[in-house]
């Protein structure tokens, strides 16, 4: 009974949620049919995905999401493929490459990729 509960009342926030960015915002692209990993409290997963301009301004079903698109939106089906929004490799050994710490490849304020592989 319990997990009937939360099952409805995730459906009425996600539809509360998809609702309100409908009025605000037709996405330029939506990603559908994937595994969205949100990263929330609950690390839950959702099907699709809604983005306008460089912002995500929906996540849920599939069907949900898909009622925001207008006109011009773009679908694009993930086929099941997983997307983990904000995913960055933060750990890495790059800058420990080098033998010696003063000949060490520092990557602190490097803001480009070109300049990066420059350096290393």
């Not at 949100?38 to 995500?56: L, W």
């Not at 679908?75 to 493929?81: A, C, H, S």
């Not at 490849?105 to 420059?118: H, I, N, P």
Request: glycine content about 6%; proline content about 3%; cysteine-free.
């Amino acid at each position: 009974m319990n997990f009937l509960k939360l099952g409805v009342l995730v459906l009425i926030v996600q539809s509360a949620v998809v609702l309100s960015l409908s009025a605000q915002e037709v996405p330029d692209q939506i990603y559908t049919n994937g595994k969205i990993i949100t990263v929330d409290d609950y690390f839950s997963i959702q099907q699709a995905i809604a983005v306008a301009g460089d912002r995500i301004v929906a996540v849920g079903t599939t069907e949900a999401i898909s009622e925001l698109a207008g006109p011009e939106t773009q679908i694009i089906d993930l086929l099941g493929k997983a997307v983990v929004p904000g995913l960055i490799d933060n750990h890495n050994h790059v800058v420990r490459a080098t033998e010696y710490w003063p000949n060490e490849a520092r990557l602190d304020g490097v803001t480009s990729r070109a300049r990066a592989l420059e350096m290393l």
